[in-house]
């Protein structure tokens, strides 16, 4: 019997368990991965948002992430809050010489709207760690404020996912989950260098529990990649599994609630 694949996870600390490092773990384990976590940020956060940020020295951050690698085989990673330019840095100059496939899940603001990423360090996420993603996952904000244009259009999420093929990025899903109204279906765009934008659609879930479905999303897709499985592949695969989650979703406590990652498990 082979042996799961080692997925790590460069992320923040949800005291809430609905995000973050703990939504990564859950995701691994529930997808058969051996879950690793390299810790960015702790966060003092429930569903109804986070009341404060304590982010450890770059250093130490660097530390983890060096141990890591040195002892186990890591098969994919995902990044997600990196907090600060600092920490940007000190992830990037590890990474830059791996020999895995990243997932970069761009975190700048949580779903309660406090702010996940100091100002100064945007530039720095664009420089340093963009190109190094094999797989960019933005939602719609995200992509407009890395892509520096408004997102409005099918062929506005086009264009912000060419200008961030151009800044290093080897793939860009541009989700759809910040879209207006009720739609019968939510489109996240996988933009590729060599292909059409391909739109990539799961039924909408009207739930107020989505606490973490782009770490869950992004983690998944890591999970898949280190399974081997090719990318667009790893992307529907993980859609349908973070979709899953969110049609059993319910909140533990008060405020949002995440998708129920072992929705699985209940059914």
């Given at each position: 019997?082979?042996?799961?694949?080692?997925?790590?996870t460069i992320a923040g600390?949800?005291?809430?368990?609905?995000?973050?490092?703990?939504?990564?773990?859950?995701?691994?384990?529930?997808?058969?991965?051996?879950?690793?976590?390299?810790?960015?940020?702790?966060?003092?956060?429930?569903?109804?948002?986070?009341?404060?940020?304590?982010?450890?020295?770059?250093?130490?951050?660097?530390?983890?992430?060096?141990?890591?690698?040195?002892?186990?085989?890591?098969?994919?990673?995902?990044?997600?809050?990196?907090?600060?330019?600092?920490?940007?840095?000190?992830?990037?100059?590890?990474?830059?010489?791996?020999?895995?496939?990243?997932?970069?899940?761009?975190?700048?603001?949580?779903?309660?709207?406090?702010?996940?990423?100091?100002?100064?360090?945007?530039?720095?996420?664009?420089?340093?760690?963009?190109?190094?993603?094999?797989?960019?996952?933005?939602?719609?904000?995200?992509?407009?404020?890395?892509?520096?244009?408004?997102?409005?259009?099918?062929?506005?999420?086009?264009?912000?996912?060419?200008?961030?093929?151009?800044?290093?990025?080897?793939?860009?899903?541009?989700?759809?989950?910040?879209?207006?109204?009720?739609?019968?279906?939510?489109?996240?765009?996988?933009i590729t260098p060599d292909h059409?934008?391909?739109?990539?659609?799961?039924?909408?879930?009207?739930?107020?529990?989505?606490?973490?479905?782009?770490?869950?999303?992004?983690?998944?897709?890591?999970?898949?990649?280190?399974?081997?499985?090719?990318?667009?592949?790893?992307?529907?695969?993980?859609?349908?599994?973070?979709?899953?989650?969110?049609?059993?979703?319910?909140?533990?406590?008060?405020?949002?609630?995440?998708?129920?990652?072992?929705?699985?498990?209940?059914?």
């Amino acid at each position: 019997m082979l042996h799961p694949p080692s997925i790590l996870t460069i992320a923040g600390s949800d005291s809430g368990g609905g995000a973050g490092i703990q939504a990564d773990l859950k995701t691994m384990t529930m997808l058969g991965a051996y879950g690793m976590s390299v810790i960015t940020a702790l966060t003092a956060q429930n569903g109804l948002g986070v009341t404060g940020i304590h982010a450890p020295d770059p250093s130490f951050v660097a530390l983890q992430l060096r141990t890591v690698l040195e002892g186990f085989p890591v098969q994919a990673a995902k990044t997600g809050m990196l907090f600060s330019s600092a920490i940007i840095g000190a992830v990037a100059d590890i990474l830059a010489t791996r020999n895995f496939p990243l997932v970069v899940d761009p975190v700048c603001v949580s779903q309660s709207g406090h702010t996940l990423l100091e100002e100064d360090a945007v530039e720095a996420l664009r420089e340093r760690i963009l190109p190094l993603a094999d797989l960019l996952t933005p939602n719609r904000p995200e992509a407009e404020l890395l892509a520096g244009m408004p997102i409005r259009s099918d062929a506005d999420t086009a264009e912000a996912g060419r200008r961030l093929l151009a800044m290093g990025a080897r793939a860009v899903l541009i989700k759809g989950g910040h879209c207006e109204g009720t739609p019968i279906f939510v489109t996240d765009w996988l933009i590729t260098p060599d292909h059409d934008p391909d739109p990539l659609r799961q039924p909408h879930v009207d739930t107020p529990n989505n606490h973490g479905t782009g770490c869950t999303l992004s983690a998944a897709i890591a999970t898949w990649l280190g399974f081997g499985m090719p990318l667009r592949v790893a992307v529907t695969r993980a859609q349908e599994y973070l979709n899953t989650g969110l049609r059993h979703a319910y909140a533990p406590g008060e405020g949002a609630g995440p998708p129920c990652h072992f929705a699985a498990l209940r059914r």
